[in-house]
């Protein structure tokens, strides 16, 4: 029973870290673009 609640504590761990990244990723890439627009 405790492997099987660690193994899904990881995995839901691993689920939120990997959303929180790729959200960091989207909005890093959306701000140059929006720099450079206001830019021009």
């Given at each position: 029973m405790h492997l099987i609640m660690?193994?899904?504590l990881l995995s839901i761990i691993s689920l939120f870290a990997?959303?929180?990244s790729r959200l960091l990723e989207a909005?890093?890439?959306h701000v140059p673009i929006k720099v450079r627009k206001?830019?021009?």
């Open positions: 660690i193994f899904s990997f959303s929180a909005e890093t890439q206001n830019d021009r």
